[in-house]
């Protein structure tokens, strides 16, 4: 059983790594139809323009978040909460599912996807936060979560971050998350990768004692093996997720605060969040939006 999932794991990596991160358009329906608007102008933004002319729109998202970001192999398609918001801002923006080129960035790796413009926006469990307002712009938030802790069905010890000193405690590079425990001290025994699927695997063979990140992820991986794994459900964080975009295009920011909003107002939101996370969550209602 180990071996099994260890194997549908690296073939998940050898999948996204042939493909250069770059996968073909989803060949399903989204969870949440969207109408696409028509003759949409975002004056003032370049990033806007390069879509326009390109006439298609390349977002950044996470492929191994089940019910947030995730690609399945099998089907050819994304799926999870992330993924229908990246749809709605596309729509929005006047472009359908099949105009949409789906870029896979890891955490430490966003900044500078954005800046470059590798991206048009990013959406995968983006924290909000001003040490990345110093190279990125963000729209939103469209979601608040909370650092958490994911351990062993079986583990009795870790029952919060005060509990975690010399316990080995795995996280993903550049992420908000692992700078909290090395700043906190929560624990001097820190192991760090570039993924959260690689932190979940090296959990359930016992080499490290505890995955931390945001609440709405270790759920999504407890879900996944609900025998071998639990979340501990005391947050210690606030993550507010927003919509990453170049730092400069500030009419592409300001649009897609709007595009958020109606959806917070209309009921669009809510009906995206009950088709992903809200199946294995808890309720949960749009924040308000943080226009800076
Ligand atoms: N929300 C946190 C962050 O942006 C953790 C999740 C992630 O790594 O994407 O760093």
């Known amino acids: 059983m180990k071996l099994r999932t260890l194997a549908v794991g690296l073939m998940v990596s050898a999948l996204a790594l042939t493909a250069c991160g770059r996968e073909g358009s989803p060949s399903e329906g989204p969870a949440v139809e969207q109408p ?7 004056a003032g933004s370049p990033t806007f323009q390069k879509m326009t002319e390109r006439g298609r729109v390349v977002i950044g998202v996470k492929n191994d978040q089940p019910g947030l970001g995730q690609f399945d192999p099998t089907t050819n398609t994304y799926s999870g909460f992330d993924i229908e918001i990246a749809r709605l801002v596309a729509a929005q ?4 599912a099949d105009q949409i080129d789906y870029v896979v960035v890891q955490s430490a790796a966003r900044e500078d996807a954005i800046s470059r413009g590798d991206v048009d926006y990013y959406v995968g469990t983006y924290t909000i936060n001003d040490n990345r307002k110093q190279r990125v712009g963000f729209a939103g938030p469209y979601f608040i979560a909370g650092q958490d802790l994911l351990v062993r069905a079986s583990d009795t010890d870790i029952t919060g971050p005060e509990t975690l000193n010399g316990k080995r405690v795995c996280s993903v590079t550049g992420s908000t998350p692992i700078q909290r425990v090395r700043e906190e001290g929560l624990t001097q025994n820190i192991v760090e990768f570039q993924t959260y699927t690689l932190c979940v695997d090296q959990l359930v063979q016992g080499q490290v004692d505890a995955v ?6 270790l759920k999504g991986y407890a879900a996944q ?20 975009v170049p730092r400069d295009d500030v009419a592409l920011r300001n649009k897609i605060n709007d595009i958020l909003q109606a959806a917070h107002d209309d009921g669009t939101w809510q009906r995206i969040y009950d088709e992903t996370l809200g199946k294995s969550g808890s309720p949960a209602s749009p924040p308000a939006i943080d226009r800076y």
């Open 36 to 42: 696409v608007a028509e003759n949409v102008q975002v």
């Open 212 to 217: 931390t990140t945001d609440d709405a992820i």
């Open 93 to 96: 923006l006047g472009f359908s």
């Open 225 to 244: 093996q609900p025998d071998q794994l639990k979340v501990v459900g005391k947050t210690f964080s606030e993550e507010p997720y927003g919509i990453g």
